[in-house]
């Protein structure tokens, strides 16, 4: 006779230690993200995709995803301080993305993206030298190169790696901190709840 499957209770905390793991395994997913979207990218530059609609959305997620792995709010966020150590010159391709998701993607101020309006000219050698119409000139910025997308996906495999070590050591560390919790009180809180907001929550700030 097999034995029944038994499903553990879980007990929700919200002490220092799991809200930062917490943040750290949100983390954990961004980057697993960003390197699958780069891996993605570098396919379709290399065999030279005309779907510029797809490498542009793909690109600026990568970014949006990469960024938000460093800002603190509802989260710790990295420190920059993670990149020390690292082969090449981390800190410096770091704000190259930084800059891309904050100067170009997120605020247009940098030299990325430019629209210009022209006044259309006759001929140089027409009878009559005159304006004749307008037109509206536009440079956009879509997607860095094969090897701006492999460094991306390459920084964020490093990341990745550091990032995990960090969340095991705060793993252990919310356990010893639960272990101090009385085990009544532990199974009152049980079990977690998590579900999927509906539109009207997309104003709220996440507790």
């Given at each position: 006779?097999?034995?029944?499957?038994?499903?553990?209770?879980?007990a929700?905390?919200?002490?220092?230690?799991?809200?930062?793991?917490?943040?750290?395994?949100?983390?954990?997913?961004?980057?697993?993200?960003?390197?699958?979207?780069?891996?993605?990218?570098?396919?379709?530059?290399?065999?030279?995709?005309?779907?510029?609609?797809?490498?542009?959305s793909?690109?600026?997620?990568?970014?949006?995803?990469?960024?938000?792995?460093?800002?603190?709010?509802?989260?710790?966020?990295?420190?920059?301080?993670?990149?020390?150590?690292?082969?090449?010159?981390?800190?410096?391709?770091?704000?190259?993305?930084?800059?891309m998701?904050?100067?170009?993607?997120?605020?247009?101020?940098?030299?990325?993206?430019?629209?210009?309006?022209?006044?259309?000219?006759?001929?140089?050698?027409?009878?009559?030298?005159?304006?004749?119409?307008?037109?509206?000139?536009?440079?956009?910025?879509?997607?860095t190169?094969?090897?701006?997308?492999?460094?991306?996906?390459?920084?964020?495999?490093?990341?990745?790696?550091?990032?995990?070590?960090?969340?095991?050591?705060?793993?252990?560390?919310?356990?010893?901190?639960?272990?101090?919790?009385?085990?009544?009180?532990?199974?009152?809180?049980?079990?977690?709840?998590?579900?999927?907001?509906?539109?009207?929550?997309?104003?709220?700030?996440?507790?």
């Amino acid at each position: 006779m097999k034995d029944e499957w038994v499903e553990n209770p879980i007990a929700r905390v919200d002490f220092d230690e799991a809200k930062r793991l917490a943040d750290l395994g949100a983390i954990v997913q961004d980057l697993g993200s960003i390197m699958k979207i780069c891996s993605r990218l570098k396919k379709m530059l290399k065999e030279k995709s005309q779907d510029s609609l797809l490498i542009e959305s793909l690109w600026t997620t990568a970014l949006i995803k990469y960024a938000r792995c460093f800002k603190s709010g509802k989260r710790f966020g990295l420190d920059e301080s993670i990149l020390d150590g690292l082969k090449g010159e981390p800190h410096k391709v770091h704000k190259l993305y930084l800059d891309m998701r904050d100067k170009h993607i997120a605020h247009s101020v940098n030299p990325f993206e430019q629209m210009q309006v022209g006044l259309v000219l006759s001929p140089k050698d027409s009878n009559e030298k005159k304006v004749v119409g307008v037109a509206t000139l536009s440079m956009r910025h879509m997607v860095t190169d094969v090897e701006g997308v492999h460094q991306l996906g390459l920084l964020s495999k490093v990341l990745l790696e550091k990032v995990c070590d960090i969340a095991k050591q705060y793993e252990n560390k919310a356990l010893e901190r639960g272990k101090t919790i009385p085990i009544d009180d532990l199974y009152k809180r049980a079990r977690p709840c998590i579900t999927a907001p509906g539109p009207e929550e997309s104003d709220k700030p996440r507790v």
